[in-house]
Each structure stands twice: as C-alpha cells, then as structure tokens.
C-alpha cells in the first residue's frame, strides 16, 4: 500500500509542477478567446442597451460585418500592408544578416545598433517618427527638399495618398532587426566547410549563396515569414499611433476597424466578431502554409 502510494504521489506531481502554467494558458488565452466568441454572438450594444441585457442574435454580428463596405475596404488595407511590409522586412532582414555575417572590424558594435529599432518600445519608435514626419519641422522633409527631390514640404501623416507608405516605412524599420537576427543565427550555424568545399569546385559567391546559404535557411525562414505574417495580421499600434487610422480611413486596418467598432461606436458584438474574424483568417493562413510547406519537403 505504501509502495502505491507513493506511486500516485510522484504520479500526480509532474500535473502539479504543470498546473500553474494551465492556470496561466487559460486565463489569458482561451478565457478571451471563448468570451469574444459568446460576445460575438450577442447584442452588445451600449448606447441602446437592451431590456433583456446582452441577449443572443446568432450570426447578425458576422453579417453586419462580412457585409459592410468598411470591412472591405479595412481588408483590402491590411492585406496590400502585410504584402509589402513582410516582403521588405525579409529582404532587409537577410541582407542584414549577411553583411553581419562577415567578419569585419566593428561587427560587435554594428550587430548591437542594428537591434535598436526593435528593441525601442513601439510608443518611442512611433513619436520619433511622427516628428520625423512633420511637414514644418521634420527632418525627412529638410533633407528631401534641401537635396532636390521635394519642391515643397509633404504632410505624410495628413495626406491619404502616403500615410499608409509612411506608416509601413516604419513598420518595415521597426521590424527587420528581428529578421535580420533569427536568420543571422541560421548563418552561425552553416558550417564553413561547406563554402571552402563549393569554392575549391569553382562556385562562385552567387551559387554558393543559390546552393548552400538559402537551402540552409529554410527552416528559420519558415518560422521567421509566419511570425511575420501573424505579427502584421494582430498589427495596431503603429498604425493608430501614426494617423488613427486616417486620414479618411485611408491606414484603417482590420485591427484599428474592430477597435473603432468597441471604442467608438460601443459595439462591442461588432467589434467581437470582427476579432473572431481576424484569428480565423490567421487559423487558415497558419494552416494551409504549414500544410504546403509540409506538401513541398521544406524541412528536409
């Protein structure tokens, strides 16, 4: 008996070590999830609050969102925005990292400047940039009008036709730091026999990159473009910092849609719906990538 005993202890302590990191997924991951997705079914309305309180109404929430012309156009935004800015952030990215992977004097130094801009908290970054950008006083204007390729100063955050450019520049700076070290440390772990081997066979820089680096980096690359994607997907605060979604709606992603749709409008059913919306975009996106990079050996 004692024997068993002391089996069902030791048996039930591994659950117990686990319990508190549970308690901890729970609260502050499937809670939400599940209350957004009761809330995104209900009325939740709080400038005409209902008599019978926050009653069901199916999937009028999803309707309302699906179809409105907003949606639309907030989806059409996020998706030229994760286009461009995941694209950029990438190629930056990796060749950062090649340049910081050769061995230069200096190359401690220019491996710890290139992390600031990630490492500067995104409320700082956005203020240095909004200052930046200000049509009197901003340095991007001085520089551009003094050296000729700006006849007058330009209201980036004022003119709808290049907010979201200027908004995505300071994505892309904000964002590639981090490309440019998880593919770096892909580098640090190709070994260099191989580059010797492939010069000695008459390789060239070009095919050596094409036959060894890129194959390499696949792996990482894999990891580094669907953290990319999701990241820009659940992506507010440089947008709403910047322009708040303006001018004329013009930077209104889906993030900052949902939260006008709970903030301004109060219509917290809306806003639930469109958030559910936007994790099963990211399910789908995540599913099928995965799913055809599996299908294309990848990994191997």
Known sequence: MKLKSKSLQSRWTGYWFVMPLVMIVFVFLIYPIVKAALMSVQYWYLPKPSPEGNYFVGLENYKYVLTSKYFHRSLKITTLYIVITVIARF????????????????RALARALVIIPWAIPEVVACLIWVLMYDKDFGIINYILTNIGILDSNLAYLMNPEITLPAAMVVNIWKGFPFVAIMLLAGLQSIPGELYEAATVDGANVWQRFQKITLPALKPVSVIVFLLLVVWTIKDFGIIYLLARGGPSRATEILTVFTYQQAFKFFDFGRASASGMIMLIFSMIFTFFYLKMLKGGELYE
């Open 91 to 106: 190629i930056l990215g990796l060749g950062t990292a090649l340049l910081l992977d050769v061995n230069f004097k200096g």
